[in-house]
């Protein structure tokens, strides 16, 4: 498929553990849509493993893959976020949230120790998961007058449009997602309704 006109994510959340020389290290994975959402499930997982040692997380957000973080929380740099964005990265996933909690069991890892256990809980964890494959979309602004209301539905019905917002009245204003591999075509039929306006947003 064209990489280009759909993304990967996840819709469910899933947990996995892994163990080595006696420490435990449990992994979440989630959907998250914006940082908002990601910082409610990690404060969610923080309140569930108050006495953890360590909450290490990665996060990978927004279409253009631009938004993401990384965070050790105290163990030696670059030895948990890094690994675990590397996890997201690999399996090319954006809006997702992976957060791995340790319970030191008393015998150092070492960095390389450490940079596996993040990984493997990481890698573990997203494997619970199914991905879903989700087309990219672009917004666009209709204003329409309310007689042309079923061509309108019609079009974005049979182009797998999603309606993000709608005001109707005697003239109607919609808000609705194209996508990216049907845009020709739903900008043609649009116009081909000469008394619809059309705007990208």
């Given at each position: 498929?064209d990489n280009k006109t759909f993304y ?36 969610q997982i923080k309140k569930e493993h ?30 948990a976020g890094k690994p675990i964005l ?116």
């Amino acid at each position: 498929m064209d990489n280009k006109t759909f993304y990967t994510t996840i819709e469910k959340s899933g947990t996995a553990e892994f163990r080595d020389r006696g420490s435990r290290f449990i992994g979440y994975a989630f959907p998250a849509a914006s940082v908002e959402q990601f910082k409610k499930e990690l404060e969610q997982i923080k309140k569930e493993h108050p006495k953890a040692t360590h909450h290490c997380f990665a996060y990978r957000i927004g279409l253009d893959g631009n938004s993401f973080r990384v965070n050790d929380d105290g163990e030696p740099s670059g030895s948990a976020g890094k690994p675990i964005l590397g996890q997201i990265d690999t399996k090319e996933l954006v809006n997702v949230g992976v957060v791995v909690v340790r319970y030191f069991g008393g015998t150092m890892l070492g960095v390389p120790g450490l940079i596996n256990a993040y990984k493997t809980t990481a890698s573990v964890v997203l494997q619970t998961i199914p991905f879903v494959q989700k087309t990219i979309e672009r917004s666009y602004q209709l204003q329409f007058d309310y007689t042309m209301i079923n061509e309108i539905m019609m079009i974005i019905k049979q182009c797998n449009c999603t309606l993000l917002q709608q005001e109707v009245q005697l003239f109607c204003l919609y808000k609705i997602g194209v996508p990216l591999n049907r845009e020709e075509e739903v900008l043609y039929r649009l116009k081909q309704l000469h008394t619809v306006e059309v705007k990208a947003c």
